[in-house]
């Protein structure tokens, strides 16, 4: 085994859990997309998210304009180069998301056994007895004993900042609903959640297409988030969409899970998508708790088979107010990790939350911790046995450079690569060791201007676990040679 990574079935000596982690050159392998947004948006902060392990940055247009999300972008960018350190640019769409509306931004204190009504009338003031909402047909779409869950950014972690509702009755547009629990709900917009229930919306809206074809095309972001992503329909609409934006075209696609409908149609939305975000907070009102790991775990293994980034979100919700996770949030973070997934999603922990930096800290080190016990070799023949045999030459060659940098400890693994393929080929068999992507640029024209491409595909890296992308500089064709030699050296060092 490599270094210090154990096998998880092996004795582990309890003196040794008490020692301090070594210091790493590399930060953990699994990688963190951090939410940014009213305590993450200032350079400052930015500067010390990547310097934590903040690898792709999301913007979530549920709420903000363009011109918000574009000050912190720049404010991102200017980040990036003060720390040296790169980022991905993730665009959140809104998508069929139900919202209540509190324009005045007063908090509402909801009592439980009371009533409350919804309705689409937005004119209306949101209080305690009445909660407009953003959609007409909310009341076409339930019946009496459907369940309602309201919350800033589903925020679970506390039942005293979300609350669930029962529907009561149906009064024309109106539904009124029996608060089931206490809570005060504070800020301009609630998310609004109705188990196992059909929205009749799409899930591409036109407030998202609008915001991608200014804010995205603007921006080149790297990756798409596809809300409430329901069949592969929708990545395939989202994808024709994409293709007629200019380099959109090369922007990735990434599906989230966030319904009972998104379940039941995951493999032909895993076939389609770029890779898949399971959306854990709306899943955890759909499903009934017992049956949550069963998903995830079973979601993640397809992902990694399918070589396709799984993201897990919802890991730490207590560390919005809290400086330390909860001892069930730090074990939940390490078993996605040793389930196999390729990153941590981070929403109102450091959207809104008051430790953004010390998340992004904590999250990384328990995932460190979780990947010296990774049980790689299982994995690996795992992985093998189930892509069979006989093996594309690609899949071929990757799996075996996996196993002979085990085999001889590497400290890295260097791929060269114009295209990220076979970069994330090696990354699918989660070797010990970090894996440096070597993105060689290549010459492109749209019949007008010439171009080289390469920066999209490098920054896409940054939600492979595994993976630590560099861009080749195409003026020194040369060097890619001799940086080659360099780093047989170092790839054949073991870490002694």
């Not at 009213?38 to 903040?54: E, F, H, T």
Request: with cysteine.
């Amino acid at each position: 085994m490599h270094g210090t990574h154990l096998l998880l079935e092996e004795p582990i000596r309890m003196a040794s859990i008490l020692e301090p982690s070594k210091p790493n050159f590399f930060p953990a392998m699994t990688k963190i997309v951090g939410t940014l947004g009213p305590k993450s948006r200032s350079v400052q902060v930015i500067s010390d998210c990547l310097n934590a392990g903040m690898s792709v940055g999301r913007f979530d247009f549920s709420w903000g304009d363009n011109e918000y999300h574009q000050q912190t972008l720049a404010n991102l960018k200017s980040a990036i180069k003060t720390t040296k350190k790169l980022c991905a640019v993730m665009l959140d769409t809104v998508g069929p998301e139900l919202q209540v509306v509190n324009k005045s931004e007063h908090s509402i204190s909801l009592e439980a056994e009371s009533f409350v009504v919804l309705t689409p009338d937005q004119d209306q003031e949101a209080t305690s007895d009445l909660l407009p909402i953003n959609f007409h047909g909310l009341s076409e779409a339930v019946k009496k004993g459907d369940t309602i869950f309201i919350g800033q950014y589903l925020f679970t972690g506390s039942e005293t900042t979300s609350v669930w509702l029962e529907v009561s009755e149906v009064k024309g547009e109106d539904v009124v609903c029996v608060i089931k629990n206490s809570a005060t709900l504070t800020g301009s917009l609630f998310t609004l959640h109705v188990a196992q229930i059909r929205i009749d919306l799409p899930t591409l809206t036109d407030k998202d297409k609008e915001v991608i074809s200014t804010w995205g095309v603007r921006n080149n972001i790297d990756f798409l988030s596809l809300s409430y992503t329901r069949h592969a329909e929708d990545v395939r609409h989202a994808r024709a969409f994409l293709s007629k934006l200019g380099d959109l075209q090369q922007t990735q696609i990434l599906a989230k899970i966030e319904n009972i409908e998104g379940l039941t149609h995951f493999d032909e939305i895993l076939q389609e998508a770029d890779g898949i975000i399971l959306s854990r907070g709306n899943l955890g009102v759909d499903l009934p708790p017992e049956k949550v790991f069963l998903f995830q775990k079973a979601a993640i293994f397809k992902c990694n088979m399918a070589c396709k980034p799984a993201v897990i979100t919802r890991v730490v919700d207590s560390m919005t107010d809290n400086l330390r996770p909860t001892r069930a949030e730090a074990t939940d973070v390490a078993n996605a990790v040793l389930d196999g997934c390729d990153a941590i999603l981070l929403g109102a922990e450091t959207l809104r939350g008051q430790y953004p930096v010390e998340t992004i800290s904590i999250v990384g080190k328990i995932c460190a911790e979780a990947e010296k016990v990774f049980n790689q070799a299982l994995y690996f023949k795992k992985t093998a046995k189930f892509v069979g045999e006989p093996m594309t030459h690609l899949e071929s060659i990757a799996s075996s450079a996996v196993r002979a940098a085990i085999k001889v400890k590497a400290s890295v693994i260097i791929v060269f690569t114009s295209t990220g393929r076979a970069a994330r080929l090696i990354a699918k068999y989660r070797p010990t060791m970090p894996i440096i992507s070597v993105v060689i640029p290549r010459l492109k024209t749209d019949q007008i201007r010439w171009s080289f491409t390469g920066a999209f595909e490098a920054r896409q890296s940054f939600i492979v676990r595994g993976l630590f992308p560099m861009l080749a500089d195409p003026r020194h064709p040369v060097s890619y040679f001799l940086f080659f030699h360099l780093l047989l050296t170092v790839y054949f060092c073991s870490e002694e």
